[in-house]
């Protein structure tokens, strides 16, 4: 699938996940989102099924409220304006803590109920030997047609 959101690695002022999540709020007000992303479109974190989707985790990690973020995003006009917006309204965060949280995305290990969303989420990954392996980032550059780094 060929989707031109920008990669979830790409970061905005050292927050991974920031442009691409801009992207998707800006397409979907624009009525271009791909249906497939909407279910997670600034979806927290899930308590009862443990799912972490990366708006999800973004949300966590910054404390913003998904509807306010949205607002933001929606007025204002340009990625630069967005995070100084995000720097005024989030949970300060140090450059080691964004490259720490970057880290422990990339670096989640496997576990069978990650695998199966997987499998379920990535149909043209489902056969791949080390989609297990794979992390998030990874996972949405190759099913988006990107070549990992």
């Given amino acids: 699938m060929t989707v031109s959101l920008r990669s979830p690695r790409e970061s905005l002022g050292g927050f991974v996940i920031l442009p691409r999540l801009i992207d998707k709020v800006r397409r979907h007000a624009e009525g ?28 966590a990690f910054t404390g913003l409220d ?4 949205e607002k933001a995003i929606l007025r204002l006009p340009d990625d630069l ?6 720097q005024e309204k989030s949970v300060p965060r140090t450059d080691q803590e964004k490259d720490a949280w970057r880290e422990a995305i990339e670096n989640a290990p496997p576990d069978e109920k990650r695998t199966g969303h ?5 149909p043209s990954l489902a056969q791949r030997p080390d989609i297990g392996t794979l992390s998030p980032f990874d996972l949405i550059d190759l099913d988006e047609g990107r070549t990992l780094p």
């Fill in 32 to 59: 271009t989102l791909p249906e497939e992303y909407h279910q997670n479109l600034l979806r927290p974190i899930d308590p009862q099924t443990g799912l972490y989707p990366l708006d999800g985790r973004f949300l």
């Fill in 66 to 69: 998904p509807a306010a973020l």
């Fill in 81 to 86: 304006a967005v995070l100084a917006w995000i």
């Fill in 118 to 122: 997987r499998r379920r989420n990535y």
